[in-house]
């Protein structure tokens, strides 16, 4: 079976959509967003509040992180990448973790602040970079995600800037514009996992031609 970008299919019980194809494997994003997380959260939480368009997270200790602790994040770091390939990967089969690739991901540093992106990595799951974003989505309006059926901000995996000596990470905001004001440790943004599929180890079939769907073998 042939697939097309821009299509929705369902891996499992999901539906993610297709940013790229090549000869065998294909690059799919979580079609809208799965839950709200901090980019780095090394403590935990005991709350959260609403400001603006952004949900925050309210932290016992360490509120406002030291400058030169926060620059020690980057998304090899980070404690979302950990459980993106960690909690989150362990909710499919064995055969579907099988089907994603193990990719090596170059992590630039911010084209606009410099801010160093820090080492490649090798990721089954990963949040898409500012470039990748700005490749695979052609305007505002196709960057939009939605949270609970409302629009909503989600990361990105690129660092972005300071902001009163505290670091940020590159996000699309609810309207599908880019954003670099989202604090690693109180942001809590949407997060949209991205994977490449190597659909020759996944059994794939076109369910009808309205609902396209994926199936992996067992």
């Not at 935990?44 to 030169?68: C, D, H, M, R």
């Not at 994040?73 to 979302?80: D, G, K, Q």
């Not at 500012?130 to 939009?144: A, I, K, P």
């Not at 939605?146 to 609810?174: I, K, M, Q």
Request: with cysteine; hydrophobic share 35%; proline share 4%.
């Amino acid at each position: 079976m042939e697939i097309f970008k821009g299509e929705v299919y369902r891996i499992g019980p999901y539906d993610w959509r297709v940013l790229d194809v090549q000869e065998d494997k294909a690059l799919f994003i979580w079609d809208d967003l799965y839950e709200k997380r901090a980019y780095h959260d090394p403590k935990g939480s005991v709350g959260e509040f609403q400001y603006g368009s952004y949900t925050w997270e309210i932290f016992e200790l360490n509120e406002q992180p030291a400058k030169e602790k926060a620059e020690s994040v980057t998304w090899e770091t980070c404690s979302l990448r950990k459980w993106l390939n960690g909690e989150f990967l362990r909710r499919f089969s064995e055969h579907d973790i099988e089907a994603m690739v193990e990719t090596t991901l170059e992590n630039k540093d911010d084209p606009h602040s410099n801010t160093k992106g820090g080492n490649s990595t090798k990721d089954k799951v990963f949040l898409l970079s500012l470039e990748e974003v700005e490749q695979y989505f052609s305007s505002d309006n196709n960057r939009v995600a939605y949270f609970d059926y409302d629009p909503a901000n989600w990361w990105l995996r690129t660092p972005s800037s300071y902001h009163e000596g505290l670091l940020h990470a590159a996000c699309v905001e609810d309207d599908g514009s880019f954003g670099d004001n989202c604090r690693l440790a109180i942001s809590r943004l949407g997060v949209r996992p991205a994977v490449w599929l190597d659909y020759y180890t996944a059994y794939i079939y076109e369910h009808n031609i309205e609902n396209p769907t994926i199936h992996f073998t067992v």
